[in-house]
Nanobody, 127 residues
């Protein structure tokens, strides 16, 4: 079982930037696609972005496209989410997750595609 630990969250003003990290334990990190989800208070968990095992394929939610960039460093077993031009509606708990496949397929935005989850890091954007 992969253990995932997020970091990098915080409080920033609208228009600012944050870089989230997700450190993974184990030797299988490079084998699987990895994703970011977020959950705002009182709302359901929603897909943010996903990256394939080798990093060659990425998909984003429409709400973050052009502002967020997902990346990974397989040598460091770490997943990243660079968030720019942040808006108050980006406020949420950001959670990284390990997919059950190595590649980005059409259903990859569903939480059911993931079998390991971190505890999350809180991101708060002030207006």
């Amino acid at each position: 079982q992969v253990q995932l630990v997020e970091s990098g969250g915080g409080l920033v003003q609208a228009g600012g930037s944050l870089r989230l990290s997700c450190a993974a334990s184990g030797r299988t990190f490079s084998t699987y696609a990895m994703g970011w989800f977020r959950q705002a208070l009182g709302k359901e968990r929603e897909f943010v972005a996903v990256i394939s095992s080798g990093g060659g394929s990425r998909t984003y939610a429409d709400s973050v496209k052009g502002r967020f960039t997902i990346s990974r460093d397989n040598a460091k077993n770490t997943l990243y989410l660079q968030m720019n031009s942040l808006k108050p509606e980006d406020t949420a708990l950001y959670i990284c997750a390990k997919a059950q496949t190595s590649y980005v397929r059409s259903t990859i935005s569903s939480a059911r595609e993931y079998d390991s989850w971190g505890q999350g890091t809180q991101v708060t954007i002030s207006s």
